[in-house]
């Protein structure tokens, strides 16, 4: 019998890139950190052997994207304490 299509991990990897090209039309680092969550569970299912249920997936994909989106969060966030200012308009 064939594995259900949550444990196929190509399709983890598809919808990782499906993720990133939205990240790039959507900017902003949130679509980012799913990204990479489904990325990493997809590279989790090739590992032979690990056939985890749908809830634990879930929540490992959870999990991994929460710790992605915080990563980002931390390298590309202002240093603490910096506002962003504008010193001029864009249309003059």
């Known amino acids: 019998m064939a594995d259900p299509f949550w444990l196929t991990w190509w399709i983890w990897l598809a ?9 790039v039309v959507l900017p902003g680092f949130i679509f980012l950190g799913f990204a990479i969550g489904a990325a990493i569970t997809g590279l989790l299912l ?4 690990v056939t985890p249920s749908l809830p634990i997936l ?4 959870a999990v991994l994207s929460l ?3 915080l990563v980002l969060r931390r390298m590309f ?3 603490h304490g910096q506002v ?5 308009d864009i249309n003059d």
Do not use: Q, R, S
């Open 46 to 49: 090739l590992i032979p052997g």
């Open 84 to 88: 962003k200012t504008f010193n001029h």
């Open 58 to 61: 879930l929540l490992i994909f």
């Open 67 to 69: 710790i992605a989106w």
């Open 15 to 23: 919808g990782a890139l499906v993720l990133a090209i939205v990240e």
């Open 77 to 79: 966030a202002l240093p």
